[in-house]
C-alpha cells in the first residue's frame, strides 16, 4: 500500500510541483550510476531538497532510494513519521539513542545497502540556514570505508533555500537547480576524502 500510494504522490503531486511550481532543472542526469548501490551526496538547505531528489527517479526505482533522515526529528510524532515513511521512503537514523548507548546510528544504512538500496545522504548533517554550503561530517566516510566499491555520486542544489527556507512552510515559486557531478570512490586518507568530495561538490556550485 505504501508504495502504491508514494507512485500516486509521484505522478499526481511531487514531479508537477518540481516542474511547474519550483521550475526545476537538472544538469548531469547522466552521472547517476545504472548500478545499485549508490550514495548521492548532497549539499542541504532546505526541506524541499529530499523531495527534489526523488523526482529525479523512474517511478519503478523510488522504493530503492531512501533518504537518510534523523528519527529524532521526523519521528517526533505518529504522523509526522507516518506521512514522511510513505511519501518519501525515508531511512532514519537515531542520532541521540546511539550517542547515549553508543550504539552505531548508521547499521540501518549499511543494511540497506547491503540489500542493494541506494541513499540520498547529506553529510552536513543538517539544514544550512543561509544557503552555504557548511563543514561535512565523517558519517559518509565510514560508510565508503564499510562499502568502497559504492560510488559517491556529488550533488549540488541551488536555490531551494529561498524557495522553503528552514523554519518556514509553505514553499515560495523560485528556479531552482540540481547539478549532478560525476562518481567518485572515497578511498585513501579520510580527511583528504572528505577535502575531494566538498570540492566536487563547491564546483557543481560554481559550474
Not at 511550481?21 to 548521492?40: D, E, H, S, T, W
Not at 540497506?112 to 545522504?121: D, E, V, Y
Amino acid at each position: 500500500m505504501r508504495d502504491f500510494l508514494r507512485i500516486l504522490f509521484f505522478i499526481f503531486f511531487l514531479r508537477p510541483f518540481m516542474a511547474l511550481f519550483i521550475g526545476l532543472r537538472v544538469y548531469g542526469r547522466a552521472n547517476i550510476p545504472k548500478q545499485y548501490p549508490f550514495i548521492l551526496a548532497a549539499n542541504h538547505s532546505s526541506h524541499l531538497d529530499t523531495a527534489a531528489l526523488l523526482s529525479l527517479f523512474p517511478l519503478g526505482e523510488i522504493k530503492r532510494i531512501r533518504p537518510v533522515a534523523a528519527a529524532d526529528y521526523f519521528e517526533r510524532n505518529w504522523l509526522i513519521s507516518e506521512i514522511v515513511h510513505t511519501l518519501f521512503n525515508i531511512l532514519s537514523i537515531n542520532r541521540l539513542c546511539a550517542k547515549k548507548r553508543h550504539e552505531n546510528p548508521l547499521l540501518p544504512i549499511e543494511e540497506a545497502m547491503r540489500a542493494g538500496q541506494s541513499l540520498i545522504f547529506f553529510p552536513e548533517g543538517t539544514r544550512s540556514t543561509s544557503g552555504k554550503m557548511g563543514e561535512l561530517h565523517s558519517g559518509i566516510l565510514h560508510l565508503a570505508e564499510k562499502h568502497p566499491e559504492v560510488p559517491v555520486v556529488p550533488v549540488y542544489l541551488s536555490n531551494m533555500w529561498r524557495s522553503l527556507p528552514k523554519g518556514e512552510f509553505i514553499p515560495l515559486p523560485f528556479f531552482c537547480e540540481i547539478r549532478i557531478g560525476e562518481p567518485l570512490f572515497l578511498k585513501g586518507n579520510r580527511q583528504e576524502a572528505l577535502d575531494g568530495l566538498k570540492t566536487a561538490m563547491i564546483k557543481l556550485r560554481d559550474a
